[in-house]
């Protein structure tokens, strides 16, 4: 088979194409390497240095593919509520011509990484895919539109979309170098300078955080299985959550507290009843066991 994955040499994209090659197939990679990092990249994987903004170039890279994981985003909240003209360029246009792309060459299947920021707050957890969306930032609204383009192609274009909501995704590879930069990540990198960790409001929020790896099987699942008809919405993360102050304190080390910021939910929790149901997937990575893989991985890459 030939896949095609947008965002390949990102974080959580460079882990599903090692996967994908691990598993004999054919991966063709499109990436602006704005967020993601050749170092990352498979060099057994066909790659195309171009923008998913940009039709005309990527159009005939999807000749000849029969799935493809759509993960190319700019998949930072604060960033997009600094910016949310160029971010939802790439989340929402960018989204739409790889839908389009995907149609054009009759592509069998397109898995579209969505997320829980599209809950934003909601008055119960667990999160359930049936919730109205309630998006506290342009990130989750862009993230939304996506889902709502995909349902709308798959009526129009009789193509199937699959849309995962991610949860809080870490693991070896995370970002740690930007202002951006996911909490853990950024964890990392404030321990290994002796920094103290930094917690926007009280630290008492919580996420339920799912490890790459879990996230690469339910792609590779929501690819394959036979019960995705198309325009499913399906939550991939853990049922599990876990306070920032449990994360800084996992890592150990003192921590500085500042005004919470806007655009954050207080709470995620998943509820993965579709996911094992659709998918016959459940995360298998114990929070503590990931958050020290990661740790160590960023250790033996970057130092203590």
């Known amino acids: 088979m030939k896949y095609l994955v947008t965002g390949g040499a990102g974080f959580i994209g460079s882990h599903l194409v090692d996967k994908l090659i691990e598993l004999g197939h054919d991966v063709v990679v499109i990436d602006n390497l704005s967020t993601g990092n050749l170092k990352n990249l498979n060099p057994k994987a066909n790659f195309f240095k171009e923008d998913v903004c940009d039709f005309e170039k990527i159009s005939p890279i999807f000749n000849g593919v029969d799935y493809v994981f759509h993960l190319a985003a700019i998949p930072r909240v604060p960033l997009s509520i600094e910016d949310p003209v160029n ?39 667990p999160l ?20 709502q383009y995909a349902k709308m192609f798959v009526s129009l274009f009789k193509i199937q979309i699959v ?59 929501a690819s394959e299985s036979s019960k995705i008809k198309g325009g499913e919405v399906i939550n991939i993360g853990q049922e599990n959550s876990y306070s920032i102050n449990y994360l800084a304190g996992l890592l150990g ?39 020290n893989i990661t740790k160590k991985w960023f250790e033996e890459n970057y130092g203590k």
Not at 99 to 122: C, H, L, N, T
Not at 128 to 147: D, F, H, R, T, W
Not at 183 to 212: A, H, M, W
């Open 87 to 125: 971010t939802s360029k790439v989340n929402v246009l960018g989204t739409v011509n790889v839908f389009k792309a995907a149609v054009d060459s009759k592509v069998k299947r397109v898995v579209f990484a969505s997320s829980s920021s599209i809950y934003g707050a909601q008055e119960k957890l």
């Open 128 to 147: 359930v895919e049936n919730m109205s969306p309630n998006p506290l930032s342009p990130y989750g609204l862009q993230k939304l539109i996506g889902e």
């Open 163 to 221: 849309c995962l909501r991610y949860f809080n995704v870490y693991g070896p590879r995370i970002d740690f170098n930007s202002d951006y930069s996911l909490v853990l990540g950024k964890f990392l990198k404030l321990k290994s300078q002796n920094k103290p960790f930094t917690i926007y409001g009280d630290g008492e929020q919580t996420r339920g955080f799912c490890f790459v790896e879990d996230v690469v099987d339910a792609n590779i699942k």
């Open 253 to 291: 080390g003192e921590v500085q507290y500042f005004e919470a910021r806007i655009g954050d939910p207080r709470h995620t929790q998943a509820d993965t009843t579709l996911a094992q149901n659709l998918l016959s997937w459940k995360p298998n990575v114990d929070f503590k066991d990931g958050v």
